[in-house]
């Protein structure tokens, strides 16, 4: 079985910093793309950051202010969030698609969310 779970969150005021982790773990064959979405109250589960072999992909929201990044080797993807907003306040949800080992096809894999408050 497979997991995604994140470590990170906490509490910012406004113009502050913090760095999320996502490591995956279990029977794992293959990772492609790992990526970060949010979800503040209220409202829609919305993309962040999104990065595989190939490219990598961020909402215009938080462009210049976040980088993601990723240790193949320990199966983890970083979010390092910087001049955080009030705006950015949301629960933090990891996403990757993996091929588990034994399986046919890859799938879509999602932790269970790390909060993220930033105040003004």
């Known amino acids: 079985q497979v997991q995604l779970v994140e470590s990170g969150g906490g509490v910012v005021q406004a113009g502050g910093s913090l760095r999320l982790s996502c490591t995956a773990s279990g029977s794992i064959f293959s990772m492609n793309t790992m990526g970060w979405y949010r979800q503040a109250p209220g409202k829609q589960r919305v993309l962040v950051a999104l990065?595989?072999?190939?490219?990598?992909h961020y909402a215009d929201s938080v462009k210049g202010r976040c980088t993601i990044s990723r240790d193949n080797a320990k199966n983890t993807a970083y979010l390092q969030m910087s001049n955080l907003r009030p705006e950015d306040t949301a629960i933090y949800y990891c996403?990757?698609?993996?091929?588990?080992?034994?399986?046919?096809?890859?799938?879509?894999?999602w932790g269970q969310g790390t909060q993220v408050t930033v105040s003004s």
């Open positions: 990065t595989s072999s190939s490219n990598t």
């Open positions: 996403y990757s698609i993996i091929k588990p080992r034994a399986a046919v096809n890859w799938e879509n894999y």
